[in-house]
């Protein structure tokens, strides 16, 4: 319970320091296990939450792509 109201708290409070540091966050697919739509769904509350955008990449390569396309923008 402790826990929750920790993470509930952090959610409000560090929400704004979040997003004035972190561009996005990108989460790349699993091929064993072929999760990219379950990670496409999960993205927009995960960006909800976090207030920055979350995408999803194929693999690890794309992944550093986009980080680098970020971190220029």
Known sequence: MEGM???RRWLKEGK???TQYCTGMIMTVNTQTNDKEKLVQMSSPISTVY?????VEETLNDAYSKANILLKN
Do not use: N, S
């Open 16 to 18: 704004a320091f979040l």
């Open 51 to 55: 207030g920055t955008q979350v995408l």
């Open 5 to 7: 109201k920790a993470v």
